[in-house]
């Protein structure tokens, strides 16, 4: 918030193909699932996503939960405090990077253990012809390997869910040290939802560089270039979201 002596001014911009969209411009929301979260909705069709979502705070004891409907799949992170969930009568007690995916045949609930920040996307899951349904899956950031990416040590790549055909989606995370990069600018079909962890840097999204930094959130539509470079003083991370193992949608 800026005081009423500063200039007012945004590094937030939203176009057609992607958005760039600091913490500071997202007032505070309520959700019918999550009565008494303050909640921030990060991205929505209404942008131009084909997936909705949320940052979330919770305080202890506070309290969501979903039905079962066949439709609707649902992706965790925690990004600070400790969130019990229970998915198919099962607990799950996930703390700082824990993550899970629940599939729209499972219901939750979920409840605050301590004063809590996560990130929520909720997505339809695409069903594919002869591929069976994902069961629940949970873990935490600090358990998955990060694989050297594209030969530079200094980007390394976490893979949350098994790229299996089963999964229509990919959650993952990037670091990069100071002066690293992606190697190429990308032009594909996924969009992406992705929220900054940690540093800051330069993104290029369609024919411009921006300044991004943590606690950004960037929407990225499909076939949008897009690339980065870190430039802080400490290593970048970011979690993303990308729509993957489906055929192409064709017209008619």
Not at 35 to 42: E, G, K, M, T, W
Not at 162 to 191: C, K, Y
Request: with cysteine.
């Amino acid at each position: 918030m800026r005081a009423q002596d500063q200039l007012l001014g945004s590094r937030a911009r939203v176009t057609p193909r992607y958005a760039v969209l600091p913490l500071e411009g997202i007032p505070y929301s309520r959700l019918p699932e999550w009565p008494q979260a303050q909640v921030r909705v990060l991205a929505a069709p209404v942008l131009g996503a084909g997936f909705a979502q949320y940052l979330l705070e919770l305080e202890k004891g506070q309290r969501g939960e979903h039905p079962a409907d066949r439709r609707v799949e649902f992706f965790f992170y925690v990004l600070s405090g400790r969130l019990s969930l229970q998915v198919d009568g099962k607990d799950h007690a996930l703390e700082e990077g824990g993550y899970a995916l629940v599939p729209p045949t499972s219901g939750f609930r979920a409840a605050a253990e301590a004063p809590t920040r996560l990130l929520l996307l909720r997505k339809v899951y695409d069903a594919a012809p002869g591929v069976p349904a994902f069961p629940p899956v949970t873990g935490n950031q600090s358990k998955v390997a990060g694989s050297v990416y594209c030969g530079d040590p200094g980007a390394r790549l976490q893979e949350l869910i098994p790229n299996e055909l089963p999964f229509d989606l990919a959650m993952n995370i990037f670091t990069f040290e100071t002066g690293h990069s992606l190697p190429v600018t990308e032009t594909h079909v996924m969009e992406h939802g992705l929220y900054f962890l940690q540093g800051k840097g330069v993104y290029y999204l369609g024919d411009t560089w921006m300044e991004v930094e943590e606690t950004d959130f960037i929407w990225m539509g499909p076939f949008c270039p897009q690339s980065y470079y870190a430039t802080g003083p400490v290593a970048s991370r970011y979690i993303y979201y990308k729509n993957v193992n489906r055929e192409i949608a064709l017209p008619g």
